[in-house]
């Protein structure tokens, strides 16, 4: 005899062949699915054999938990794909951005380069502008005064001054 029980209320099966052969039944069957109990068992057969409608079963409603759960694993699923996408194509925006400054700021060090070696054309007379009429004859012998020069490091005012009284002289 195997008896079942769960709190106050049992299942009993007796020795006989009509029992027995149930009991095989409910065994072999709880084999095929570990998810259930003998317990599930019988609330279903007592569902089918009460003709309960399906949309009141508590079955159905776990089972409609377990879809929507499958729905949103589902979707986490896909937004973590799309999460993933995202922030490959926006790293790959944000290298090509960096690569981008990375030359422009090579390009504008190349640029300072350049202007830091172009030659300054200073002029002895600082107050006359650089462009002046000078007679024919004049510009053979002050060639020697217009030629370009690096500006000296410090300057000072004093000698700038003295300098363009010598240059009258």
Request: aromatic share 6%; proline share 6%; with cysteine.
């Amino acid at each position: 005899m195997f008896q079942w029980s769960k709190k106050v209320k049992s299942v009993t099966f007796e020795p006989g062949v009509a029992d027995e052969s149930l009991l095989a039944l409910v065994d072999s069957h709880l084999e095929k699915q570990p998810d259930k109990n003998f317990s599930d068992l019988c609330k279903e057969a007592l569902w089918q054999s009460l003709c309960v409608p399906e949309s009141v079963k508590p079955g159905q409603i776990a089972t409609a938990k377990s879809g929507t759960e499958h729905k949103i694993a589902e979707l986490e699923s896909q937004l973590a794909s799309l999460e993933e996408r995202f922030f490959a194509k926006e790293a790959h925006r944000l290298e090509a951005m960096e690569r981008q400054i990375l030359q422009l700021s090579q390009q504008v060090a190349q640029l300072a380069i350049a202007v830091n070696q172009q030659p300054v054309i200073q002029y002895a007379n600082h107050s006359a502008p650089a462009v002046e009429a000078l007679p024919s004859s004049s510009i053979a012998n002050n060639n020697a005064t217009n030629t370009v020069n690096t500006p000296p490091a410090d300057v000072d005012p004093l000698i700038s001054r003295l300098s363009q009284f010598l240059e009258d002289f």
